[in-house]
């Protein structure tokens, strides 16, 4: 028995999320994780199961998501097999998922249960008009949101809390104390050639990223948190709302759940033994 690891990106545009589906619907999207288990089986004639890092939803992004998979009839070259997966993957066109690094791990290995924090962001692309190329990952805002507001807002959720306002109405019951490390909102403008043709624009044009790291997340919940901080960028709240929120625990005070096309899945730390980057 031999096993492995796998770093992979993917656009989650055209899949149904990372988990496959029990009852596909016919006809509907694909999952991340039966796209790549279906191209691991025709490279090696298994039938491994893959699993992931954590489970993003429809339309989420990974630049990094990480997952294990075990082969039990042949050890396989990781080069060999991270180029085979490639080749399939990038066909027909165009490429939505590749794997950036593969290699192979002890057998004590989790993706899941062995990851010690993970990174998502939140892109907001701000702007007097939506840039069609960033649009399908990002959200295009198009007032100029108030940036240190949202960095005081968000500099609340540092620490350990219960999350369970933010996470999805329906989400299984379970723990919901979380711990975020570190959490950030930033600026990153652009250059757009077309704003002399918009006069009544006065802000910047650019990306606002919320960064947000974390021993662990519910589902949903970075979306939330994002949602509630655009109401924070552009005026309707003040930043103090956060801890409302976290005192109160209501569900109801939580902005709107912030589309999933903008969020990115960007890293997954594990403990150095394993010498996972």
Not at 232 to 261: F, K, N, Y
Request: charged letters at 20%; proline letters at 7%.
């Amino acid at each position: 028995m031999w096993k492995y690891v796998a770093v992979v990106s993917y656009v989650g545009t055209d899949f149904c999320g990372w988990q496959r589906q029990k009852t596909p619907a016919s006809g509907g999207a694909p999952s991340v994780q039966a796209t790549l288990e279906q191209a691991l089986s025709k490279i090696t004639g298994e039938h491994p199961s893959i699993v992931g890092s954590g489970r993003t939803d429809s339309g989420v992004h990974a630049l990094a998501q990480v997952a294990h998979f075990v082969l039990k009839e042949k050890e396989w070259s990781p080069r060999v097999l991270m180029q085979g997966l490639n080749s399939l993957l990038s066909r027909p066109g165009p490429v939505r998922i590749q794997i950036r690094s593969l290699k192979g791990v002890p057998i004590d290995f989790h993706a899941q249960r062995s990851a010690t924090k993970k990174q998502y962001s939140y892109y907001f692309q701000q702007g007097p008009c939506a840039l069609p190329h960033l649009e399908p990952v990002s959200w295009w805002i198009r007032k100029s949101l108030n940036i240190p507001a949202m960095q005081e807002a968000v500099s609340i959720l540092i620490g350990e809390h219960d999350f369970k306002p933010f996470q999805a109405s329906g989400a299984r019951p379970g723990p919901t104390v979380r711990r975020i490390l570190e959490a950030e909102v930033s600026f990153e403008s652009l250059s757009f050639p077309g704003r002399s043709l918009t006069p009544d624009w006065s802000g910047e044009v650019g990306f606002v990223r919320v960064r947000v790291l974390g021993t662990g997340f519910l589902k949903q919940m970075v979306r939330g948190i994002a949602g509630t901080l655009l109401q924070v960028g552009d005026g309707r709240r003040e930043a103090s709302c956060m801890q409302t929120i976290l005192d109160s625990g209501r569900r109801d005070l939580v902005g709107p759940t912030a589309p999933a096309r903008a969020l990115w899945l960007e890293r997954v730390w594990y403990p150095p033994e394993f010498e996972i980057g």
